[in-house]
């Protein structure tokens, strides 16, 4: 069974940086491309980052100059380094792997930039 875990999120001030991370398990991990998602309250879910198994990343939206997507293989781990925060960048994280057709989603992590 393809279990996704994201950790690091929290409560961040203006300026703050967080690192998300997201262990994936149940599927090998080097053949995913691995994604962020975003939601924040009354928007709908959009891509954040990611990153294919060949290392060939894709940054959407308003963090594309903050936000860096990184992956250890060797660790089954994918990460978001965000910095920067903006308090437009408070949402719920989501981790997402993509293998053909076969998708993926964790539960989330709630990213709050607040002072």
């Known amino acids: 069974q393809v279990q996704l875990v994201e950790s690091g999120g929290g409560l961040v001030p203006p300026g703050g940086s967080l690192r998300l991370s997201c262990v994936l398990s149940g599927s090998i991990f080097s053949v995913n491309t691995m994604n962020w998602y975003r939601q924040a309250p009354g928007k709908q879910r959009e891509l954040v980052a990611g990153?294919?198994?060949?290392?060939?990343?894709n940054y959407a939206g308003s963090g594309k100059d903050r936000f860096s997507i990184s992956r250890d293989n060797a660790k089954n781990t994918v990460y978001l380094q965000m910095n920067s925060l903006k308090p437009e960048d408070t949402a719920v994280y989501y981790c997402?792997?993509?293998?053909?057709?076969?998708?993926?989603w964790g539960q989330g992590t709630q990213v709050t930039v607040s002072s």
């Open positions: 997402n792997r993509v293998r053909g057709p076969l998708s993926s």
């Open positions: 990153l294919t198994s060949t290392g060939i990343t």
